[in-house]
Each structure stands twice: as C-alpha cells, then as structure tokens.
C-alpha cells in the first residue's frame, strides 16, 4: 500500500508540468487567434483548455489524498469551532454574493491531527457551500449531536438519494451531474481517509432536495 501510494503521488505530481504548459499554451494560443471568427477554433481550443482544467483539478485532488494517505498522525487538541469559521467566512468572502446563514457549535474540540481536520472540514464545508447554491435561504450548521456524541456539518442543499450512499466515499464517486455542481468526485474519498487515520468513522444521512448531515466520530479532546 505504501508504494502505492508512492506511485501515485509520483505520477501524479509529474503530470503537473505538462498539463500546464497545455494549458499555459493553449491559452495563449486562445489570444492569438481572438480576431478569428469564422470556424471552429475557438470551440475546440475552448474544448482543450477545458479538458486541461478539469484534469490539473483531478491530479490536485489526487495529490491531496496520497498525502492524507502519507502524512504523519500527531495528535493535538483541535479547536474545531474556530476552524469552522475561518473556513466559512474565506467561503463568504470569496462569494460575498452568497447569502449564506452559518453556525458552529461553540467550544467544538477533538484530538485529532490539526492538518487532517483541516482537510476534513474544508472538504466538508466546501460541499455544503456548494450544494446550497440554489437555496435563496441556505443555512449551514457545524456541531456535535448530545445523544450520540458525534460530530456533524449539516446543509439544506441538493442532498442525494440515500440508495447511493454507498458508493459516497469512493473516488471518482459522484451523485450530481457535473453540469449542475462541478467537482471531481475525490473530495469525500480524502475526509473518509482522514477520519479513518485519526481512529474515526463517518457517515451520511440525505434526502433529495432536502439537504445532506455528515456525522463524524473522533476523540474528543
């Protein structure tokens, strides 16, 4: 499994060149032949620069994963309520367009490794920000359920039918069509791995168009 995991991360960081030099010469390409109006050069070069996109976007999320594979576990208090937080309002101002009713929990901690639940929770947050796009009112929660002490990011977003959960943390996975909501299908293959290194588990529970509650279970600090 550890060369593996090598390997991929071999290869897939040594993709990345190439890849941008497509992409960095098909963009300049792209200017050079702007007065061009007749044809179809404009739509296969916008079908090129497309295709690289998406591509650097699945090695990145590649390279992401191999390293949550790798990445040595050391265990801190982690104060999620704030992580929460930071990560929302970068989300907020990067689309201050949003609105967005978001709350944490205060005084959410686990044990865990601080670089991992940040991957956990950008992942995680990221997803609900997404998959809210259309609410008129979305709301986002992060907090801890008092019955079963599990942690969770809660969203009133698109949500999924729950006869597919399964196939919910596998790579390349994905429940939405890539027209309606982007994404390369890697970012909850990396939480579940991250959650499993940590001693953790996590699960789903969704309804179509009802919004998606992801529960987490880590060590509390």
Known sequence: NEQLGAFAYSVSHDLQSPLQRVLSFGRLLQE?????QHGRVQHYLARIIGNAETMTELIEGLLAL????????????????DMASDILLRLQQDQPQRRVQWTGQPGLAVHGDVRLMRSVL???????WKFTARKE???????RSPTSGEYF???????????YAGRLFGTFQRLHDAQDFPGTGIGLATVARAVSRQGGSIRA????GQGATFYFTLPAA
């Open 32 to 36: 050079e032949l702007a007065s061009v």
């Open 66 to 81: 191999a390293q949550v594979s790798q990445v040595e576990v050391i265990g801190a208090t982690v104060n999620l309520t």
């Open 122 to 128: 950008e992942n995680l947050l990221g997803n609900a």
């Open 137 to 143: 009112e979305a709301t986002i929660a992060v907090g």
């Open 153 to 163: 990011v809660r969203d009133n977003g698109a949500g999924f039918d729950m006869a």
């Open 205 to 208: 529970e969704a309804a179509p």
